[in-house]
């Protein structure tokens, strides 16, 4: 079965530091999406990415963060200058959207701590 | 066993009984509702979803009820299995595609 894979599983970095995640989303899918979990908290929207372009992303993706879709199969989330906030899990998803509801799908995520 | 809203956020039942999970979702426009399983150090699973004009779909062992006019919906897992146990959230969809996802319920399956 096809699946979201994301690298590296854990990152960690110092404040102030640059961070790139990456993501491969399911080959035929036209949806990306980042989502971030804050230890213990619930799962929070960050950006969606579609015809390479952000569709909608929300008051948590501020300048600090940048998507890319650099070539046919990754996905990147960049964080210019990490702050201590910045630590939580982040989640890539993708879906196909054929009809008006399809479920994304998750990928495990990578833990990303700042010190 | 049952959850109350977003208030409780563990669940603890035996095995072979049928769990209620419990959600209030935030916003009258949303027209798609996703339950999600996250299990412990992995990224949310798919387990149902379910459309605004909708009131009960069911799936493997699974249903799920949405009630709007008090904007509720629940998850309703038969025969709890010890694999069952996870961390449960409610996720709806309002415009766009960002999914708004709830606080969670951990649900705990007791041999």
């Known amino acids: 079965e096809p699946e979201v894979t994301q690298t590296p599983s854990h990152q960690v970095t110092q404040m102030g530091q640059e961070v790139i995640l990456r993501c491969v989303p399911i080959?035929?899918?036209?949806?990306f999406y980042w989502y971030r979990q804050i230890l213990g908290q619930k799962v929070e929207f960050l950006v969606s990415f579609y015809n390479n372009e952000i569709s909608e992303k929300s008051e948590i993706f501020d300048d600090q963060f940048s998507v890319e879709r650099p070539d046919g199969s990754n996905f990147t989330l960049k964080i210019r200058s990490t702050k201590l906030e910045d630590s939580a899990m982040y989640f890539c998803a993708s879906d196909l959207r054929t009809g008006l509801y399809n479920e994304q799908f998750f990928g495990p995520g990578t833990r990303l701590t700042v010190l | 066993g049952e959850s109350v809203g977003l208030h409780l956020p563990t669940l603890s039942v035996q095995e072979g009984d049928n769990s209620i999970i419990n959600c209030a979702y935030s916003?009258?426009?949303?027209?798609?509702f996703i339950w999600y399983k996250q299990e412990s150090g992995k990224g949310p699973q798919f387990i149902i979803d379910i459309r605004s004009n909708m009131d009960k779909r069911q799936g493997q062992r699974v249903t799920v009820l949405l009630n709007k006019t008090v904007k509720h919906l629940s998850l309703q897992i038969a025969a709890t299995q010890p694999g069952d146990s996870a961390v449960y959230f409610c996720?709806?969809?309002?415009?766009?595609?960002?999914?708004?996802f709830g606080e969670g319920t951990q649900l705990t399956v007791n041999p």
């Open positions: 080959s035929n899918h036209l949806y």
């Open positions: 916003n009258s426009a949303s027209d798609y």
């Open positions: 996720a709806e969809r309002t415009s766009g595609s960002r999914l708004t």
